[in-house]
């Protein structure tokens, strides 16, 4: 059963850093392209974030770009997306996804808070 898991968001001041992560299981991580989106409040969703099976393969939204991060240990099926100088901008709820066997998978999501 294919799962994936968010956790690392929380309230953070403008100009704070925050990592999250994404563990998955069910299937190998490095075989299968991971992305992150967003949700802003009130807000369609993003795009933030993709890493593809290709090693070193990652590409950004440029409304982020320069300040987030995506990377990969396959040893831990683990994405991370590290964001920092987070602006109010950033709030959302932030979602891993994967398209797996040609099905859609999304996590639960986290709350990435930015507010002073």
């Known amino acids: 059963q294919v799962q994936l898991v968010e956790s690392g968001g929380g309230l953070v001041q403008p100009g704070g850093s925050l990592r999250l992560s994404c563990i998955g299981s069910?299937?190998?991580?490095?075989?299968?392209?991971i992305n992150w989106f967003r949700q802003p409040p009130g807000e369609e969703r993003e795009w933030v974030a993709t890493i593809s099976s290709v090693p070193g393969s990652t590409a950004i939204a440029d409304t982020v770009k320069g300040r987030f991060t995506i990377s990969i240990d396959n040893a831990k099926n683990t994405v991370y997306l590290q964001m920092i100088d987070l602006n109010t901008e950033d709030t959302a709820v932030y979602y891993c996804?994967?398209?797996?066997?040609?099905?859609?998978?999304w996590g639960q999501g986290t709350q990435v808070t930015v507010s002073s």
């Open positions: 069910g299937f190998t991580f490095s075989d299968y392209a």
């Open positions: 996804t994967a398209t797996v066997r040609r099905h859609d998978y």
